[in-house]
Structure formats: structure tokens, C-alpha cells
């Protein structure tokens, strides 16, 4: 077992000399190649969801044989990681981290809402990430700006991976279950506001939860927001300041 869980530790298509390879040799089917049969990964799991995806669903998409695919990448694995690390390429608003004119608070602003919103769009991500190395190109650029910004907010060295793990943990989190929402919302022909009003609806009705919900009418008001996307950004964006201040009370701590 623990020979295994090594093995799995050190597995990555990006280790292994196969992320760039754009076939077997001759023969390869035509009108495939790596990158569309990555971006048709992208899709389905969007339209579908982890859990449906198969190597034989992807190929019908393609129409082809499930065996073409297997020109271009060895395992389903292989595919994962490497959609995994496409759906980071979207991240193209990065801040320059080596601009000493910027205020590292709203580069860090930037990183955290840039991340959540690909969280939200591909639900399917937040699983693949605990899953793999995420050593792609696209994932080392937004992992290196993180840590080149954070690097600037004055706090020491000992304390840099920690104040990374604060906030983008939180974004992680927050972003997983916002995506998860919508993902639910979409799958019952609701609009989010129409599904947040019939689950309140529901909930103070029943017995079991109609106290606490009246208990959080007060605060849900004072949170502001018309909407539950409105609602939703003004709990992130309050949430993030306090992680920024805690930062900043911390550099102060010295």
C-alpha cells in the first residue's frame, strides 16, 4: 500500500514525458489531435460533470473509436490532468508581480476572483486539483504569481505559505460549493434566484429548521444583495478583506 501511495505521489503526465507528445508514430487518426481531443474533455466535463465522464463518451463526442483517442494519451488520467491544466490557461488577467508600483492588496484581489471564477465555471476542477501534482504550465504561472505577490505583502519568510494557504484555501472552498450551487441550481431548470426562494421557502416550513432560518433573517438583510450572485460576492469580497487585514495585522506584528 504504501508503495503504491508513492508511486501515485510521483505520477504526472508532466513527469513523464507525455504531455508534449502529439501521437504514437504513424497511423494516427486523422483529424484528431492533442489539443482538440483536451478541449473536448473541457467541454463535456462542463456539460456533464466528472462523474459521467468515460474515455468511450469522450470518443462518441469526437466520433471516433474509443481507441483513437488512445493514440494521443495513454490513460484517462493522463486526459484529466491535462484538462486540468487547460482550464488554467483561462487565468490570462494575472497581475505582474513584479511591479513595485502595485498594491500587492489588489493583486492579491485580482488572483483570489480570477480563481474563484474558474472554480464556478468548471465544478469538475476542484476534485482533479486534489488529485494531481498540478505541475502543468499554465497551473505553475498562476502558482508562481501567487507566491510572488504574497511575497510582497512584508510578511517574513516562515509565514509566506501560510498566508497563501489562507486565502486561496478559502477561495478553494468557497469557490467549490459556489460551483457545486449552480451546478445543482442548473440541473432543476431554476434560475438561482427562484431556486434560492423556493429552498427559504421550504426551510421555514419545516420544523427542524425554521428557527435557525428566523435567527438568520436579520443577518442575511444586513448582508445586502438583491440577488444571489450579488449575495454571494458581497459574503467573498467581505470575507477576502478580512483575510487581506489579517495580513497586513500580521506584517505589523513584525
Not at 469538475?124 to 498562476?142: D, E, H, K, T
Request: charged letters at 25%; glycine letters at 10%; hydrophobic letters at 40%.
Amino acid at each position: 500500500m504504501a508503495e503504491t501511495a508513492r508511486g501515485a505521489a510521483h505520477h504526472s503526465v508532466w513527469l513523464e514525458g507525455k504531455a508534449r507528445r502529439r501521437g504514437r508514430g504513424g497511423g494516427q487518426p486523422s483529424g484528431l489531435d492533442r489539443d482538440r481531443i483536451t478541449e473536448a474533455t473541457v467541454r463535456l466535463l462542463d456539460a456533464e460533470g466528472l462523474a459521467k465522464f468515460s474515455m468511450r463518451r469522450l470518443a462518441a463526442e469526437l466520433n471516433v473509436t474509443a481507441m483513437s483517442v488512445y493514440w494521443y494519451v495513454d490513460t484517462k488520467d493522463d486526459l484529466l490532468e491535462l484538462a486540468l491544466d487547460t482550464a488554467f490557461g483561462e487565468l490570462t488577467a494575472l497581475p505582474d508581480p513584479t511591479d513595485e508600483d502595485a498594491d500587492w492588496r489588489e493583486q492579491l484581489r485580482t488572483l483570489a476572483t480570477e480563481y474563484r471564477g474558474l472554480l464556478v465555471r468548471h465544478p469538475w476542477l476542484s476534485p482533479l486539483a486534489g488529485n494531481y501534482l498540478n505541475i502543468g504550465p499554465n497551473s505553475i504561472v498562476f502558482s508562481r504569481t501567487v507566491q510572488q505577490v504574497v511575497c510582497r505583502t512584508g510578511l517574513p519568510a516562515r509565514g509566506i505559505t501560510g498566508a497563501i494557504s489562507a486565502v486561496f484555501q478559502f477561495v478553494y472552498g468557497y469557490g467549490t460549493i459556489e460551483g457545486h450551487f449552480f451546478a445543482r441550481v442548473a440541473d432543476t431548470g431554476l434560475t438561482p434566484d427562484e431556486y434560492f426562494r423556493q429552498a427559504m421557502t421550504a426551510t421555514e416550513g419545516a420544523p427542524q429548521t425554521a428557527e435557525i432560518i428566523e435567527e438568520s433573517k436579520t443577518l442575511m438583510a444586513a448582508r445586502g444583495g438583491d440577488t444571489v450572485e450579488e449575495m454571494m460576492s458581497r459574503d467573498f469580497t467581505f470575507a477576502l478583506d478580512l483575510l487581506i487585514a489579517g495580513i497586513e495585522a500580521m506584517v505589523k506584528r513584525g
